[in-house]
């Protein structure tokens, strides 16, 4: 027998526990599967010192626990586990939880999050969080008065290169081809910062450093020249993956994955779904725009709850 609930979040970023707290407060008993990686991508982050609220800085697992310690004071149900299929072709809407235990929810709300892609390279994760890191916005300070360099030539590494060329003396930008994938304007902004080098037709060999980062040593994919350069900060930018594919036979989503939703709300096309937070944004990617669309997406469907009680009244 399937289990019947009334809200389903999916997921346990900053998104998922901010929608549970704002469900539970609701009254609308959440449950909350936190997927693979319970706490999300904070929890890989060391200090947070752009979270309103903590002038001091948090660490990264230790705010989650918070954040789930907020949601279950309020009732929510916090399950580890995967919620691994969905079929949303009737209502209410089907979940399945770890492959065998079926639920029937009213509203679901997802925030299954993104993870950041990395290039791969052993040395890259060993030296993960120790000057490695796939977040410049939220990395970026530790290095300030550093060298640094940044792999990737789409938006992000233009946006994130041009963050860190306000802190860092010099940033150099590795780029695999002999132009950047990012728009006009991006370009543009990355060319007017004297202290950008951009090294073209540059792949990274290895990061260098035992406990900490201390270079990187590069390709010349034409020449074979290589080359090491000293920097403190290594910075991935090579794109982000949605967690979106169970539920890509039943929302519309652009060509990556994320997620879209009706503009200024969390409302997908099928009703009672609702995606917050990185799954449905490609843009801000931040712990508090992530943390404010979850809210967004409870609110939604406190309301779409509301509408269908009425509606089974008349
Ligand atoms: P993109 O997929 O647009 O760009 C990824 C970049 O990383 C490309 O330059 C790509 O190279 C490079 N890359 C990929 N894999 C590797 C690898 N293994 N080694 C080296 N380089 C690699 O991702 P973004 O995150 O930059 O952007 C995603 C989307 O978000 C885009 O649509 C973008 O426009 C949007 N965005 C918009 C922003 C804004 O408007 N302010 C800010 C940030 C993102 P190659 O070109 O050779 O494939």
Request: charged share 25%; with cysteine; aromatic share 8%.
């Amino acid at each position: 027998m399937a289990e019947e609930i009334k809200v389903l979040v999916i997921g346990s970023g900053p998104a998922g526990y901010t929608a549970a707290i704002y469900a539970a407060r609701a009254g609308l008993k959440p449950i909350l599967y936190t997927g693979g990686e319970p706490g999300g991508q904070l929890t890989t982050t060391t200090e947070v010192e752009n979270f309103p609220g903590y002038p001091e800085g948090i660490d990264g697992p230790r705010m989650m626990m918070d954040l789930q310690a907020q949601a279950e004071r309020f009732g929510t149900e916090v399950r580890f586990g995967m919620i691994t299929s969905v079929d949303f072709s009737s209502y209410p809407l089907k979940a399945v939880a770890d492959e065998k235990h079926e639920i029937l929810a009213e509203a679901v709300i997802i925030s299954t999050g993104a993870s950041a892609k990395y290039l791969g390279i052993e040395s890259e994760q060993r030296l993960l969080n120790k000057g490695v890191s796939a977040c410049a916005v939220c990395d970026g300070y530790f290095y300030k008065g550093q060298e640094v360099a940044i792999v990737g030539g789409g938006d992000s590494a233009a946006e994130e290169a041009s963050y860190l060329a306000n802190i860092c003396p010099k940033v150099y930008m590795l780029v695999r081809r002999d132009e950047l994938r990012a728009s006009q304007i991006m370009q543009k902004r990355v060319m007017g910062k004297e202290n950008i080098e951009i090294l073209w037709n540059t792949e990274v060999e290895e990061v260098l450093g035992t406990e900490e980062v201390e270079g990187i040593r590069v390709v010349n994919n034409q020449t074979q020249e290589t080359r090491e350069i000293p920097v403190k900060g290594f910075f991935v930018a090579i794109g982000h993956k949605p967690n979106t594919d169970i539920f890509k036979d039943y929302l519309e989503m652009d060509e990556t994955g994320y997620i879209l939703v009706q503009p200024g709300s969390s409302k997908t096309k099928i009703p009672g779904v609702f995606a917050v937070g990185d799954a449905t944004d490609k843009v801000y990617r931040q712990a508090v725009t992530a943390a404010g669309m979850g809210c967004m997406g409870a609110l939604d469907a406190e309301k779409f709850l509301a509408a269908k009680e009425v509606e089974m009244a008349n």
